[in-house]
């Protein structure tokens, strides 16, 4: 049986073991809109394998790259507009400096950032 990578497969406990990161971790994330694991009818939040893989990246972010929460949200709204962007994080090439890069690029004064 193939499952998509969308399909909601692992629970909360599961996924905080999988990341090396505490449950409050990721509800912190969730109430931040970082993550939207589905709820199941009982409302246990349920992760998809494209899930782990985005808090995988905010993991990076945060613990490889420095970036704070803040930044992370609009690091991950960029990456949402700008594929090489994206990519690069996936396989976990991006810097800091990237990042910067990619700001200057956009020219988005402070007040209009996501």
């Known amino acids: 049986m193939d499952l998509s990578p969308e399909h909601p497969v692992y ?3 599961v996924v ?3 990341l090396g990161v505490h449950e409050q971790t990721l509800r912190q994330y969730e109430r931040l809109g970082l993550i939207s694991p589905c709820r199941t009818l009982r409302r246990t939040r349920m992760y ?3 899930d782990v893989e985005r808090l995988e990246a ?3 972010l945060v613990k490889i790259c420095g970036v704070n929460l803040a930044g992370v949200k609009i690091v991950v709204t960029i990456c949402t507009h700008h594929p090489d962007l994206d990519r690069l994080l996936r396989r976990r090439e991006i810097t800091p400096d990237t990042i ?4 200057a ?3 988005l004064p402070k007040d209009e950032m996501p």
């Open 105 to 107: 690029e956009l020219n």
């Open 11 to 13: 629970t909360i406990s």
């Open 100 to 103: 910067r890069q990619k700001l």
């Open 58 to 60: 905010i993991n990076y």
């Open 48 to 50: 998809s394998q494209a």
């Open 16 to 18: 905080a073991h999988l």
